[in-house]
């Protein structure tokens, strides 16, 4: 047996090695976060205590929900956590599905009674899919004609939906047709595919029209998707089937539970398809079946606490952040000030920022990336305008607010306070984060792919739009949607371009004057009485943070499947 | 060398043909197309008389400052496999990338001197990279599907260049002759991610020769590869050199010797040194240093 060498004492604390100055700048950088973190919970925490004020509940109350509630779902959580992971990844998805469903649900029915009337929704949308249908048509029968494809795809949607001026407002045609010896005026408007629908002397109910442009194409992608999972058509049709058949019952039925057709509709659409489908998925699969309780015991917590409570006499919290918070205007008594105008008022203004900031943006993104030279002059020149993008990034928001006023309000004479206004000079503010997340998305596209497909001959138009468009749109609809979180808290534009301070009813067009939260909740901090400081403050705080959070994790959703696939 | 020629690039072109090709899709009123289309009409003769497909004269390649490629003379002959081989950083993936000019893509890159691909200077102002490419084929070190299913992969030359009739058909065939076809038939809607490497790049050989063009550049395109996957790929290259002509970069003087009926040798500096029959380049090579290289006394 070979004699083992005496120790040298190289491992102990004679060693040369030190950790010392390693574990305290470890520990400095633990404690830097957890001040960051705590900090901003106790904030939270004492932001909704004064909105759900849950301590002016009676302590049986409290208790009851303790036990009915609360209780067992942590008792689940605990459960899917340590022993049953594909359960608790269920339970997540399926508590979330319904909660999202009926906020879009809650958002479409906001339009449908303030932006547009049902009617006019349906016109919209029957128009729009002419105007594609134009242009796939044009596509088949003429597919060489790639600048004639360009008029058709700009001008099919103009007609369909604004129709021709009369050329009196186009001199400019009527005066060069002239010169050629054309009478070529058009002296009436020719009104458009949508005025026509409108104009028709009957139109279908309301609800026949949500179940044909809503309900079923819904449905039909559902149909589709499942379809394709299970490779299935008779699956699909079911789907199809199914909620046909449920939209229409419920249409019958709703009435007698006092719930609208509409509303039921639009439940059905975005709240029970989803989770119909998705619940079908997991019983069928037979993975994780036990995440299922998880909503279900939620929704008998909540059922068994309010009747024992009743019974009890036990009364419940009253909560500054209610349904008739969210559901009304402001008002001069702080119990009945609400937040829904302003609430639809940034809704509004988002519609706007889309509509603007995202296809400038994603086009500026595009330009710099796949087309802007790189070298020489031109892309010195080019470098500058990257740099100044990231500049204007951090420009502060006061002066994006001016530049508004100045531009919109005093040069466009568009009126001071209207949504538009807002909504442009906000979509100016984030349109430099929206350049610069598309630009990171679009960077990020391996360049084998860019390779492969010049490789195999194709132009630098079929490269972008078919290989770098489809892998980097996940991303930019990330950043995108952060950029849009980001302009949804924004305050010091609207006060710049004078947003009003409160408006009672909630505005109809986009030229109205409106409030929108951030601004709304702005002018409650300067209220005399304490209970607006108080608790109206916090509550249309708590409001604007719930939209932020589903906006963002919206985001996170996306970039989350976006990675599993690619 | 290739990666980094990848990285670098900053997907521009700094050409003004590109810009043309990109407003005008239809390439049916390009000077190369209708050129080659002539040349098409006497490929027979072409091939008895052994006229060279691709034909370099003093090509000089520039990556700034640095001289990627100095005075190339080299005549690729139709219908063959031409190897080239070489250490790295010699120039060889270069030589390949002027061939179609894949090099436009990479700003810092300047190409002095002619290329002649069927009669042509592919290098003249008024050639079209895009159709230059859709004549001459690429397969890269990497395979590089794109992230869409098999059957996408394989028609997506088809569709840029507007060849969908019988689309179904071209893929099969391509496939086939790929000889991929027996192992993905079955999942042609499955994402092309999902293969294995070899089956990988036979895809991208498949995606390559599915719109039939005349010649098809491999850039070692086995060197990612297990030595199975890269032996059917050998097996598919011989194949492929009956209908096609071949040129491939190679790192593996082994699979050049196997494969190849011509070899030209690069060494350090972007040399060419030696181009000859692939039998007289390693039994008998005219150089001294080429003889080295080989016998592995260097690089």
Redesign the interface.
């Known amino acids: 047996m070979a004699t083992r060498k005496p120790e040298t004492g190289w491992h102990g604390e004679n060693s040369d090695v030190n950790h010392l100055r390693g574990r305290a700048f470890e520990a400095t950088c633990l404690a830097l976060t957890a001040f960051g973190l705590v900090s901003v919970m106790l904030l939270l925490l004492f932001v909704a205590n004064d909105a759900f004020r849950p301590l002016s509940a009676d302590v049986g109350w409290l208790a009851t929900y303790a036990v009915t509630v609360v209780v067992p779902l942590a008792a689940l959580a605990v459960y899917y956590y340590r022993l049953d992971e594909p359960a608790g990844e269920v339970a997540y998805v399926a508590s979330g599905l319904p909660v999202v469903g009926l906020l879009l649900t809650g958002g479409f029915a906001v339009l449908f009674t303030e932006l547009l009337s049902v009617l006019e929704w349906f016109a919209l949308l029957i128009s729009l899919v002419a105007a594609a249908g134009l242009i796939v048509a044009h596509g088949r029968l003429r597919?060489?004609a790639?600048l004639e494809r360009l008029v058709v795809v700009l001008l099919a949607p103009v007609v369909t939906v604004f129709g021709l001026p009369p050329t009196r407002f186009n001199w400019l045609v009527t005066d060069a047709a002239a010169a050629l010896g054309l009478d070529f005026g058009l002296y009436y408007r020719v009104i458009s595919l949508r005025e026509a629908i409108m104009l028709l002397p009957f139109v279908p109910t309301d609800w026949v029209m949500l179940l044909l442009t809503l309900v079923l194409p819904a449905a039909g992608a559902a149909g589709w998707f499942v379809e394709q999972r299970r490779e299935s058509r008779r699956d699909g049709l079911a789907v199809v089937g199914l909620t046909t058949v449920a939209a229409v019952l419920g249409v019958v039925a709703g009435p007698l539970l006092g719930i609208g057709a509409d509303v039921w509709l639009l439940v059905v659409t975005f709240a029970v398809l989803p989770l119909g489908v998705y619940v079908e998925g997991v019983l069928r699969r037979g993975e994780g079946v036990r995440g299922l309780a998880f909503p279900v015991v939620a929704v008998l917590g909540v059922v068994a606490g309010s009747l024992i409570t009743g019974a009890l006499g036990f009364a419940g919290p009253d909560p500054w952040l209610d349904w008739g918070f969210l559901t009304s205007a402001t008002s001069r008594t702080a119990a009945d000030a609400g937040i829904y105008p302003s609430m639809v008022g940034s809704v509004m203004m988002i519609i706007v920022i889309v509509l603007t900031a995202f296809p400038v943006g994603v086009g500026a993104a595009i330009y710099l990336?796949?087309?802007?030279?790189?070298?020489g002059l031109m892309?010195k020149f080019v470098t500058l305008i990257e740099i100044n993008i990231g500049n204007l990034a951090g420009v502060p928001s006061v002066v994006y607010g001016l530049l508004g006023l100045a531009l919109f309000i005093r040069v466009l004479q568009w009126p001071q306070g209207s949504i538009i206004v807002a909504g442009l000079a906000v979509g100016l503010l984030i349109l430099p984060i929206v350049i610069i997340s598309a630009q990171e998305a679009i960077r990020s596209v391996?360049?084998?792919?860019?390779?492969?497909?010049?490789?195999?001959?194709?132009?630098?138009?079929?490269t972008i739009r078919?290989?770098v468009l489809p892998?980097a749109l996940p991303g930019i609809l990330t950043g995108t949607i952060l950029a849009l979180g980001r302009a949804i808290g924004e305050t010091a534009p609207l006060l710049m371009i004078g947003a009003a301070a409160s408006v009672r009813l909630a505005p109809n067009s986009f030229f109205d004057v409106g409030s929108m939260m951030p601004r709304q909740i702005f002018s409650w901090s300067s209220e005399l009485e304490p209970a607006f400081r108080h608790g109206v403050l916090a509550a249309g705080v708590i409001t604007l943070l719930a939209v932020l959070l589903v906006m963002n994790a919206t985001a996170i959703v996306i970039r989350n499947r976006y990675q599993r696939?690619? | 060398m290739t990666q980094n020629e990848m990285t670098s690039n900053d997907s521009t072109e700094p050409t003004p043909t590109t810009e043309t090709a990109a407003s005008s899709p239809d390439p049916s009123g390009d000077p190369l197309i209708e050129q080659s289309i002539d040349v098409d009409g006497t490929d027979a003769t072409a091939a008895e008389t052994g006229e060279p497909v691709i034909e370099s004269r003093d090509l000089n390649v520039f990556y700034g400052e640095t001289q990627a490629l100095q005075s190339i003379n080299l005549a690729i002959p139709e219908k063959q496999v031409t190897a080239m081989i070489g250490p790295s950083g010699c120039g060889k993936s270069t030589f390949l990338r002027c061939i179609n000019r894949m090099n436009d893509l990479i700003d810092a890159a300047r190409v002095e001197g002619d290329l002649y691909f069927e009669g042509k200077n592919v290098y003249d102002a008024d050639v079209d990279p895009v159709a230059l490419r859709r004549r001459i084929g690429m397969v890269f070190q990497h395979p590089n599907p794109f992230p869409k299913s098999i059957y996408d992969n394989v028609a997506y030359g088809l569709r840029i260049q507007d060849q969908t009739e019988n689309i179904d058909e071209k893929v099969e065939t391509a496939l086939k002759r790929a000889a991929l076809w027996d192992e993905v038939k079955d999942q042609l809607d499955k994402s092309a991610l999902d293969l294995s490497g070899g089956q990988q790049q036979r895809l991208c050989i498949a995606r390559a020769i599915a719109v039939d063009p005349d010649v098809i550049l491999m850039d070692e395109p086995a060197s990612a590869l297990d030595p199975i996957a890269t032996s059917k790929i050998e097996d598919l290259i011989e194949e492929l050199a009956e209908e096609f002509t071949v040129v491939i970069v190679t790192h593996n003087m082994q699979q050049a010797a196997r494969i190849s009926d011509k070899t030209a040798v690069f060494l350090t500096g972007g040399e060419l040194v030696e181009f000859d029959d692939t039998d007289k380049i390693f039994e008998n090579p005219e150089s001294q240093r080429v003889e080295d290289y080989i016998t592995g006394k260097f690089g």
């Open positions: 597919p060489k790639a990336e796949e087309y802007a030279p790189s070298q892309g391996p360049d084998s792919f860019r390779q492969a497909s010049y490789g195999m001959g194709a132009t630098r138009w079929q078919q290989v892998e696939t690619g």
